[in-house]
């Protein structure tokens, strides 16, 4: 079925399975976070979770960039390789398609260029031109002879492949089919991994909420701009705001234009939706290289393929059936408040959550205040987690503000590091009202299941001048910093 005739079914039919959805949640996952909605009892949802990691496992040890011993690792130090895998078939065919049909926007033999970058934003300074050329000249030049029958691929040329623009969403599209297979009495299920979302949704059930982040705002808190129905089929969230880097002073993207060689421009953010995941995710990183118009063209060539581009003035660029989509999008989540502080001044929040080893480690649930020098509760940046059992294990928060929670099920955005996370605040309470400038305290409390539970308190001023501070690290926080100022422009 259509994917929009999806959306419109999901309006019409009554909800017949509305349980509240178990939430399951992981960081260090494919280079980012992964959060699993599944409609279900918990020993289903913890088997769908598990299927699903198991997956994702074994296909990373097939396309992973990062790993020497995986073979997309072997094309790229210039070796055949026999007996190749049909995923990595599959992927390497519709990487292929997806260059041809994006009229070059979405090239997965950048990495020799997308390298010389990275080393860009470790030194602050923009790569030598003739370098830059160089690079690209030999992507240009290089490719790959792919022998399905015989199942052999041949690299050609000095090949550098970064499939990490394809392959999660193939990956995560594989992963949800294999446990629904081993999970049949589930009656559905929202998988996102950094950006990029699965769903299915068994007939008469409710549809999941999908959120749109404004790239303007992109923090972790910022403004979800309106939220769509989403009931199966596939999304993905690209933009050039979640990693990159600072070169001579301003932000440069991590997506690269294959054509030139340099960091994106063509849109802050794109958001996709087909019918497979490998469409949306490379086509969600393309938008973001193309102009809003060229990629609307190339959207609407495409059977199955709707798209929301923003552009860099904060304009939305639709395409026909999205706009349609957007007359049951419910508009602007949440918003910034009223502030008292300078104009433009936040204060800025960033985080990391470690990488643990232990065996049935979660993302732990997380709860981020601000409190007043009387230790008075102001305003909450973050809570995550829904489920009230271990919600509740928050202590200090709970006491604070128990009726907090997420508004949608998941959220299209940029794919974040992995464990690492941003929040603002702009001096607003959490009824909207502006506080006076002052000193503040920031709270971030941390209980994990099967783990600890932590809580840390740093001050900062937040008046007139910029300000700046660190937490200590501990087993549940990895880092946390504050810096109180101008907002940064967006990314």
């Known amino acids: 079925m259509p994917l929009l005739a999806l959306f419109a079914l999901a309006m019409l039919l009554a909800p017949i399975l509305a349980q509240e959805p178990i939430l399951l949640r992981r960081d260090h996952v494919l280079g980012t976070s992964l959060d699993l909605a599944v409609r279900s009892d918990r020993k289903s949802a913890d088997l769908f979770l598990s299927v699903v990691l198991e997956e994702i496992e074994r296909l990373d040890a097939i396309f992973s960039n990062w790993r020497k011993d995986t073979p997309v690792a072997a094309l790229s130090r210039g070796e055949v390789v026999k007996d190749a895998q049909k995923e990595l078939l599959e992927v390497l065919q519709c990487a292929e398609q997806m260059r041809l049909q994006s009229t070059g926007a979405f090239d997965v033999r950048i990495g020799g260029v997308i390298e010389i970058w990275r080393q860009a934003y470790t030194s602050g300074k923009a790569p030598d031109r003739a370098l830059l050329d160089t690079a690209v000249a030999a992507m240009h030049g290089s490719g790959l002879a792919i022998d399905a029958a015989h199942r052999t691929i041949a690299p050609k040329g000095k090949l550098t492949l970064v499939l990490d623009g394809i392959a999660k969403g193939y990956i995560i599209e594989a992963a949800v089919k294999k446990a629904r297979a081993a999970c049949p009495d589930v009656a559905g299920a929202l998988l996102d991994v950094g950006g990029d979302q699965v769903a299915f949704t068994l007939p008469g059930g409710v549809p999941w909420q999908l959120g749109v982040l404004d790239p303007r705002r992109p923090e972790d808190n910022g403004r979800v701009m309106l939220r769509v129905p989403f009931l199966s089929g596939a999304a993905a969230t690209s933009g050039g705001y979640a990693r990159g880097g600072k070169v001579d002073g301003g932000w440069r993207s991590h997506i690269v234009d294959p054509g030139f060689g340099q960091p994106a421009t063509g849109a802050l953010q794109a958001t996709v939706m087909a019918d497979d995941a490998m469409t949306a995710d490379a086509l969600a ?61 936040e204060l800025a929040i960033e985080l990391a959550l470690p990488k643990l080893d232990a065996r049935r480690y979660e993302r732990p649930y997380v709860a981020v205040w601000v409190e007043d020098q009387q230790r008075k509760h102001v305003a909450t940046l973050a809570l995550w987690g829904k489920n009230r059992r271990w919600v509740s294990e928050l202590t200090n928060w709970w006491k604070a503000d128990p009726e907090s929670g997420d508004q949608v099920d998941a959220i299209g955005r940029a794919s974040r590091g992995p464990g690492e996370y941003r929040l603002a605040w702009n001096g607003a309470d959490d009824a909207g009202s502006a506080v006076a400038p002052g000193e503040y305290t920031v709270v971030i409390e941390v209980s994990r299941e099967h783990g600890g539970h932590t809580t840390s308190r740093q001050k900062i001023v937040c ?21 109180y100022g101008p907002r940064e422009a967006a990314r």
């Open 463 to 483: 008046g007139d001048k910029p300000a700046s501070a660190s937490f200590t690290a501990n087993r549940e926080l990895a880092s946390a910093s504050l810096r």
């Open 285 to 345: 990183t393309a938008f973001c290289v193309l102009p809003p118009a060229e990629s609307l063209q190339v959207a609407q060539r495409l059977p199955g393929v709707e798209c929301l581009i923003i552009d860099d003035k904060g304009k939305r660029h639709a395409t026909r059936g999205f706009q349609e989509l957007l007359r049951h999008a419910t508009e602007a989540v949440g918003g910034s408040g009223d502030s008292a502080f300078p104009k433009n001044h």
